[in-house]
């Protein structure tokens, strides 16, 4: 009997509402996320082709760069699709099982994207702590067992998120004010107690993202003393530069996300709904379209092979010291 009440108070499916109170925009709202997200894209799958082809790149630092273009590409390709269907042509209806799918993958991906930045962290401390010892201390089993450990980790920690969702009643209707589905999103749609749901959602943001901070914060810390004990201020500057690509990557991924879970937890009544809406929005793909463009930018490896491969130059690679 239990099991039959359990069923029926399972919706088919969910109505995502976009963007609450600002529905009439909509569509201008759209523009600058299909513009970003074709230039994840674009950016993204230049990289990893890039990397994959020039030698000169078939480095850890540059392996890390691909795998976080992966994990970028795959996360904003998980949510802008839907969320520009939702504001183009008003499907805003997803069956349930794949608004869990949806859930899954959004926050399994985000948790990756931020082990992947830990390891780039790592990965630069290593090339500057240890310079001689570096290729091997990260050889090229070690890079693929750090990220597969950090796919597994993202899996074991979020998967619980589904089935936690699926167990509650949602007989309060079945219209979430959000362009994806979110875990607490979700939740909040029941008429059950999700304070199971907040708690391990709370714990598992702790797990990945404080430890990752951690691991990052330390490893500067021993950058910046490494630098600092070098006797030439070019030697210094030349070694901290090889470290400003991946610090404008934590930036950018970092504070959009503190935004989100700061203002979704303690400042929910202060902050417009819309305003959450967005920037969560921006959360899962700035990143993605930033990441490229910086990288391509500050690394002369790549601009050189993006000059090489738009233009059929022959340039000689240089390594970074």
Not at 57 to 78: E, G, I, Q, W
Not at 106 to 134: F, K, N, Q, W
Not at 229 to 243: G, P, Q
Request: charged content about 10%; some cysteine.
């Amino acid at each position: 009997m239990s099991g039959a009440n359990s069923s029926s108070l399972t919706p088919g499916s969910f109505i995502l509402n976009g963007v609450p109170g600002l529905e009439a925009a909509h569509v201008w709202i759209s523009l600058p996320f299909c513009f970003m997200y074709i230039v994840a894209v674009v950016g993204n799958c230049g990289l990893i082709y890039l990397i994959s082809h020039e030698e000169a790149l078939h480095r850890p630092m540059y392996y890390l760069l691909a795998l976080l273009s992966f994990t970028d590409v795959t996360l904003c390709t998980t949510t802008v699709p839907n969320m520009l269907c939702i504001f183009w042509l008003n499907l805003k209806e997803i069956d349930f099982n794949a608004c869990l799918a949806q859930m899954f993958f959004v926050h399994m991906l985000t948790g990756m994207e931020s082990g992947v930045l830990m390891l780039m962290a790592l990965d630069r401390y290593a090339a500057i702590c240890y310079p001689l010892r570096y290729s091997a201390i990260l050889s090229n089993p070690v890079i693929a067992k750090a990220g597969l450990v950090t796919f597994l980790r993202g899996v074991i920690l979020v998967i619980p998120f589904t089935f936690l969702t699926k167990r509650l009643p949602y007989c309060r209707g079945n219209f979430i004010p959000h362009t994806y589905c979110d875990h607490m999103s979700v939740a909040k749609v029941s008429c059950g107690n999700f304070k199971i749901n907040a708690i391990y959602g709370l714990m598992v943001a702790l797990l990945i993202g404080m430890f990752d901070i951690c691991c990052i914060f330390m490893s500067y810390t021993m950058i910046l003393r490494a630098v600092m004990s070098l006797s030439s201020s070019d030697a210094r500057y030349k070694a901290f530069s090889t470290c400003t690509s991946h610090i404008c990557a934590i930036v950018i991924t970092y504070v959009p996300a503190f935004f989100t879970f700061f203002t979704h937890r303690f400042g929910g009544h202060s902050i417009p709904h819309h305003i959450h809406i967005i920037v969560a929005n921006l959360y899962l793909v700035l990143p993605p379209t930033m990441n490229p463009i910086v990288y391509g930018v500050k690394t002369k490896q790549i601009r050189e092979g993006v000059i090489r491969f738009l233009l059929g130059d022959k340039i000689v690679f240089t390594q970074d010291k």
